[in-house]
T-cell receptor, first 113, second 115 residues
């Protein structure tokens, strides 16, 4: 069975631009979460979607937004990119909730120059 | 608020030997779950083992086992018969059922396997 698919794998953007990252969860998984991973801050929770509704959001500025579609696919958008947004963005899906553990994708490496 | 602490930034072990990675956590919740994830150079986080706090029995998955000390809020991972493929970053994480669907991660331990 296919795993969690994130596209693109790598992305280079310029400061001030915006970017959209995509995540396709495992079939049947309705919960999708996003995390940002940086060497300095480690893994930080961005937000979680379940059945097209954002259930939880982490402590990130409003430039970070997301959505989930009826097929459970999710997108994450970052507007007005800053150098500090350079990170590995990981998407994870779960069928029954976080307490069962996520299945993660391989991430999108975003570099802002 | 939950916190997860991994005090060993790096560890190394001889192939076929046993290594233990440390993790402590802090939560005021009574219902919570603990996890160890592995992140190899491929970047994908892989679930290694999961522990439910209300279960006293330590979780085991093949060569991986945990030592869950609830009173001490300690959750260490033991890897037996270490293999070259075990080389990775290992992250300890916690989750509580208080309604905020997120994992809180530690800072990770980089494990090197010496052939």
């Amino acid at each position: 069975k296919a795993g969690v698919t994130q596209t693109p794998r790598y992305l280079i953007k310029t400061r001030g631009q915006q970017v959209t990252l995509s995540c396709s969860p495992i079939s049947g998984h309705r919960s999708v979460s996003w995390y940002q991973q940086t060497p300095g801050q480690g893994l930080q929770f961005l937000f979680e979607y379940f059945s097209e509704t954002q259930r939880n959001k982490g402590n990130f500025p409003g430039r970070f937004s997301g959505r989930q579609f009826s097929n459970s696919r999710s997108e994450m958008n970052v507007s007005t990119l800053e150098l500090g947004d350079s990170a590995l963005y990981l998407c994870a899906s779960s069928r029954q909730g976080t307490n069962y553990g996520y299945t993660f994708g391989s991430g999108t490496r975003l570099t802002v120059v | 608020a939950q916190t997860v602490t991994q005090s060993q930034p790096e560890m190394s072990v001889q192939e076929a030997e046993t290594v233990t990675l440390s993790c402590t956590y802090d939560t005021s919740e009574s219902d919570y779950y603990l996890f160890w994830y592995k992140q190899p150079p491929s970047r994908q986080m892989i679930l290694v083992i999961r522990q439910e706090a209300y279960k006293q029995q330590n979780a085991t998955e093949n060569r991986f086992s945990v030592n869950f000390q609830k009173a001490a809020k300690s959750f260490s991972l033991k890897i037996s018969d270490s293999q070259l493929g075990d080389a990775a970053m290992y992250f300890c994480a916690s989750f509580t059922s208080s309604g905020n669907e997120k994992l809180t991660f530690g800072t990770g331990t980089r494990l090197t396997i010496i052939p």
